[in-house]
């Protein structure tokens, strides 16, 4: 893997003049669920799975709305997600937890509605350096280096994942990577990088509510603040207007 100053460079030059398409609905939710299904379902037409990171949060809702509109067709997903909290899955903090809760997924594996396979950032009793090491395994081995769909949540901070404004420079270099010192607690979490994020042919951005309309103008103008800026094949799903 390239170092962290080439992939910084990479990342730079491939990605700033990237603009995310905008659109404005009164149904966010259902929108961001719709447009996740139906790019999940393009992939599905020429691999035989579709590797998919979803966040916590309010875009739970739209993932969920997805599994609904995908029907069988979600267990050819390849389920993991955008970041983690380091806390147990029976935690109310757990993004893995709430989307078992939510019916994505069983926890112990055993539904025969699972998807097709499940790659958990942190798992029960982890420390963070063992949960990177087995998830930069299994981004090699079941994720193929690569995502083709994601969706991503955005704090009004404009923060995605786990990757903060007030926490630049970001890593560079790995795919996923630890943050000790989230500014949201819990403190301890475990983050998919940019350079991850960018290897998604599609990617959702669900963004409602009066609080994300700043964070969203300062996305669309291209502020380098926000870790989302620049990032290719971004639809932007918003209640919000901007003028």
Known sequence: MADGRVVERELTTGLATAVPELLTCARPVETAGEK??????DVLTRNEFARLAISGGSALDAASDARVRLADE???VVLTWVDERCVPVASADSNRGAAAASGLLSIDGGSE?????????????EDPRTAIDRFDEAWQSKLGEGLDVVLLGMGPDGHVASLFPSLRPWPVGVPVAHVSKSPKPPADRITLTREALATASCIVLLAAGDGKRDAIKKLMSGDSALPACGLENMLVVTDQTLE
């Open 74 to 76: 979600w267990k050819r």
């Open 36 to 41: 996740l299904a139906d790019a999940i379902l």
């Open 113 to 125: 509605t699972d998807p097709s396979s499940v790659v958990a950032l942190f798992e029960d009793e």
